[in-house]
Every structure is written in C-alpha cells, then in structure tokens.
C-alpha cells in the first residue's frame, strides 16, 4: 500500500515537471515586455541638444497633450528606416520629442541636415542614463504618452506601416 | 643594465598605480550589477555585460547610490521600468512561489526517499 502511494507521488512529480518543462519549451527564450499596459510615465532629465541645458520632464511635458518620444542616433540604421514615418507624424501636428542616445553632437546634426527633423524638442542623452530612467529596452525605441502622462504604448524598434497607423488610431 | 631593470620596475609602479586610481565598482555596487539582467543579451547580468544599456544602467545604478537609494530601493526602481524580469533574484509573489518552493519540496521528498532506503526509522 505504502509502495503504491509513493509511486503514485513519484509518477504525478515527474508528470508535472515534465508538463513544465515541455510547456516552457514552447515559449520562447526571449522575452518581451508587455506593450500596452499603461505605465506612469517616469521622471527623466537630459541636456536640450541645441543648448545644451538641463532639462526635466516636469518641465518638458505638459498636461492635456499627446507626447510622442523617440529614442534615435545617428548610428543606428533602423533610425534612419523608421524616419519618414516621425516625418509624416511631425506633418499631421503630433508634438514630438526626441532622445539622442549616446551620439555625437554633429553626426546626429547631420543626421537631422539629411532627413529632416522631426522633433519639437531634442534632448542629449550622452551616458544613456535618460533612457533607462524612461525604461527604454534599445534603439530606436518609441513611446506614446497620453493626456494624463501615461505611456499608453511602447514600440521597440523601428516604427513600421502597421505601427504608423496604430498611432494615428491612438492619438485621435 | 641595472638601469634597465629600474626603468622596468619603474614604469611597472607608474602603471599599476594607474590601474588602481581608475574608479573600480565597490562591493554593493558589484552585487546589485550582478542582480540585473541585461536588456540586450538576456542571458547575462550587467555586470558581465558591455554592451551599451549595461553600461547606462551600471551608470544609473551609481547615480541612484549616491543620491542615497538603498539596494532594496534601486531594484524597486527597475523593477517600476522593466518588470520583475529584470531581477535576477525575484521577490516571492503569486507568479514565483512555485519557483521559490519547488527546490524544498523537492528536497523535502528526496530525503525522504534517502530515509526510506536507508531505513533510518525502521525498528
């Protein structure tokens, strides 16, 4: 009797832990953060680009308006994919804020020379210490925070068609 | 060639200080870096990583320190950022008690398995 309670224990364990790991198996190994759970949009402070003054989010964002925040470098050759789209934003009166991650001050001026600049307001973030405080994952990375300054919705990597009109539907 | 030989403990002094002067991660600092799990080659911690948001959060983290968070506080403040994922240690929550617990259980019935073949309680 006690035989048979300790190999039924035995089976149901190894049964259980074979379900684990099957299951994890299934899943894959990188992981993604969920993107559309509402976040309070952290504090965060930087260096104006132009100006090279300090700035703080407090400051930056106002209440009552759509914020649309773009992490970008020059480097990064995805930016330069997704650029047009920020474009076609900046077109339809989206406030747009820019974060320049680790750049150099005149490869992003060039940069912006070359295919125009979208942002109301660029911010330097030479140490990328800015956007780890806003949670950013890499680059480019993009952000759409609402009225009540919540992040509504995160994109990693670059914006595409799909995304472009997931925004529109977001900010109306 | 005593010169020589001068020169080369010399210069190996001179750049040994060097090496010394450069700021090295305290104890506490080396602890929480190795806590938090690196956002772009997720099996490493940032303290085995160099990519480039390693090296940022390594940057945070010191800054945080010295504004006066504790260790408890600063993974608090990543944890707001990326999830519990970004622990390397995670709290005990509905989500990880399995994970916590599942160790004990296993090594409450291995010993007991150890006991019954070993008979320890047989008379």
């Known amino acids: ?172 | 060639m005593k010169k020589l030989i001068f020169f080369i403990t010399f210069f190996i002094f001179l750049s040994n200080n060097y090496l010394l002067a450069v700021d090295k991660p305290s104890e506490l600092e080396n602890k929480i870096f190795k806590n938090l799990r690196c956002l772009i080659c997720q099996g490493q911690s940032i303290y085995d990583s160099q990519s480039d948001f390693a090296e940022s959060m390594k940057i945070v983290v010191r800054k945080n320190l010295e504004t006066g968070m504790s260790e408890k506080d600063i993974y608090q403040f990543m944890k707001k950022n990326y999830g519990e994922w970004v622990l390397y240690n995670p709290e005990i929550n509905k989500g990880t008690y399995l994970l916590w617990s599942l160790p004990i259980i296993l090594f409450v019935i291995g010993g007991a398995i150890i006991i019954r073949k070993l008979g320890v309680f047989k008379k």
Not at chain 1, 31 to 55: C, H, M, R, W
Request: proline share 4%; glycine share 6%; aromatic share 14%.
């Open chain 1, 1 to 172: 009797m006690k035989n048979k309670i300790f190999v039924t224990i035995s089976f149901v364990l190894f049964a259980f832990c074979f379900a684990v790991f099957y299951l994890g198996l299934q899943k894959p190994n990188i992981y993604t953060p969920k993107l559309d759970k509402q976040i309070e949009l952290p504090n965060f402070a930087g260096n104006d680009f132009f100006s090279g003054e300090k700035v703080i989010s407090d400051n930056l964002l106002k209440k009552n308006s759509y914020y649309i925040i773009n992490i970008w470098a020059s480097w990064c050759i995805p930016c330069r994919a997704e650029h047009s789209f920020l474009m076609a934003l900046k077109n339809k009166n989206f406030n747009l804020l820019g974060i320049n991650y680790k750049d150099n001050n005149s490869n992003a001026q060039s940069f912006l020379n070359e295919l125009g600049n979208p942002y109301s307001k660029i911010l330097s973030d030479k140490n990328g210490v800015t956007s780890i405080e806003l949670g950013a994952y890499g680059v480019p990375e993009t952000f759409i925070v609402n009225k009540e300054k919540k992040i509504i919705k995160k994109i990693i990597g670059p914006i595409n068609n799909e995304n472009f009109n997931e925004i529109l539907e977001l900010i109306k």
